[in-house]
């Protein structure tokens, strides 16, 4: 190339001025290719983007999922809930499940399990003021208000004031830079599958070949790797928290994902 040619190129990009969304994203995109930026960087700018366009029920916890304390709990059984879920916060309900009092930090729970200071503790006494969010806010909004607040929870209440579920500071980033693991996520492989009553849980990580050989199943497919590979093959997008699928004889339940990925899925056989 030229230096004459090399010197339009760089003006052409110089005057060239996205217009709409997908003009930036595309520019974007064309930036990774020729390495101006790396694809983490681009794959988060992105995410921005997409944050300043999302609402709140679209990533959040729905009200079935919330992992809640009860103001008539006793503390060892508080501390019980702290140790099997492994949150760092737990929104605290009323006696009748009508109202959330409160957030729990699990931390404030230390002082009082030594014997000494059992007889000080007061469940109302540690709980901090709750953020109370619309499911049809934007996410960039409540990100300025937790934020501004110095919070990292929110209940998301539906358009007639009820209970729709919880959302976190740390769900908006994962749509920023993907899935955020801390000390307790837990990536070994006799973890992949977990037992409950009436349904499994999976990570999407888990490979078809070791699906098959633990539900004695036939899903295997030459085109995937992974069980969230053939989900989302089968429908078509990444899904969002709380889609659903049929493969047979499995009912696929998506329980956390990302703009990127799934990452868990409740199963349940379909009986014949």
Same mark, same amino acid.
């Given at each position: 190339m030229t230096f004459k040619?090399? /010197? /339009?190129?760089?003006? =052409?990009?110089?005057?060239?001025? #996205?217009?709409?969304r997908e003009e930036l994203l595309n520019t974007l995109r064309e930036a990774e290719q020729e390495h101006l930026v790396d694809h983490d960087a681009e794959g988060m700018l992105e995410g921005v983007l997409q944050v300043s366009q999302?609402?709140?029920?679209?990533?959040?916890? #729905?009200?079935?999922?919330?992992? *809640?304390?009860?103001? +008539?709990?006793?503390?060892?059984?508080?501390?019980?809930?702290?140790?099997?879920?492994?949150h760092s916060r737990y929104p605290v309900m009323n006696k009748d499940r009508t109202k959330i009092l409160?957030?729990? %930090? =699990? /931390?404030? &729970?230390?002082?009082?399990?030594?014997?000494?200071?059992? !007889? /000080?503790? !007061? %469940?109302?006494? @540690? &709980?901090?003021? #709750? *953020?109370?969010? #619309?499911?049809?806010?934007?996410l960039d909004k409540l990100l300025k208000t937790l934020k501004k607040q110095r919070s990292h929870m929110a209940?998301?209440? +539906?358009?007639?004031?009820? @209970?729709?579920?919880?959302?976190?500071?740390?769900? @908006?980033?994962?749509?920023?830079?993907?899935?955020?693991?801390?000390?307790?996520?837990? +990536?070994?492989d006799d973890d992949d599958i977990k037992e409950y009553d009436n349904y499994h849980v999976i990570k999407a990580t888990l490979s078809i070949e070791n699906f098959d050989e633990y539900f004695e199943s036939e899903l295997n497919n030459e085109q995937c790797e992974t069980i969230g590979g053939l989900v989302i093959k089968h429908l078509g997008h990444v899904p969002k928290r709380g889609e659903e699928i049929t493969i047979a004889p499995f009912?696929?339940?998506?329980?956390? !994902?990302?703009?990127?990925?799934?990452?868990?899925?409740? *199963?349940?056989?379909?009986? +014949?």
């Open positions: 040619e090399l /010197k /339009k190129k760089i003006f =052409a990009r110089l005057l060239r001025r #996205p217009h709409t999302m609402q709140i029920r679209d990533i959040m916890v #729905p009200r079935s999922q919330m992992t *809640i304390i009860h103001e +008539d709990e006793s503390f060892d059984d508080i501390v019980l809930h702290v140790i099997e879920n492994l409160g957030i729990l %930090l =699990a /931390k404030n &729970l230390l002082q009082y399990t030594v014997e000494t200071e059992r !007889s /000080k503790f !007061s %469940l109302h006494n @540690i &709980l901090q003021q #709750p *953020i109370i969010a #619309p499911e049809s806010q934007n209940i998301v209440i +539906d358009e007639y004031g009820e @209970i729709a579920g919880l959302i976190t500071m740390e769900d @908006i980033f994962e749509q920023i830079v993907g899935d955020i693991e801390d000390e307790s996520d837990d +990536d070994d009912t696929f339940k998506v329980l956390h !994902s990302d703009k990127r990925r799934i990452r868990l899925l409740q *199963i349940s056989k379909i009986e +014949d």
